[in-house]
């Protein structure tokens, strides 16, 4: 497995490529790719920007089931089925106006 981080080269086929702006260019790009020895172990450094943090801690967030009320959940069922559920059309659609202000 190959895996380039912060533009640093594991030697590996395919991976000596590295950000660069406009008219910058490299040694790599003027000479054929020469085998380089793998990295040593603990010199490299990962660091973890801020919004990736942020995204983390959103995705652990998101990927949290919200508690369910089973007990409120059965009893709307039961009276779905029975037909003694009516739903309140005008609550449902104040909430729904209410929610265009998310957009």
Request: hydrophobic letters at 35%.
């Amino acid at each position: 497995m190959s895996m380039e981080i912060n533009g640093l080269n594991t030697g590996h086929a395919g991976s000596s490529s590295k950000a660069k702006t406009v008219g910058q260019t490299s040694k790599a790009e003027s000479k054929p790719e020469q085998p380089s020895s793998p990295p040593s172990l603990g010199k490299e450094t990962v660091v973890i920007s801020a919004e990736a943090k942020s995204l983390s801690k959103l995705a652990t967030e998101v990927s949290t089931e919200a508690p369910i009320n089973q007990a409120k959940v059965d009893a709307i069922r039961a009276a779905i089925n029975d037909g003694s559920f009516k739903p309140n059309a005008e609550s449902i659609a104040n909430k729904l106006i209410g929610t265009d202000d998310l957009f």
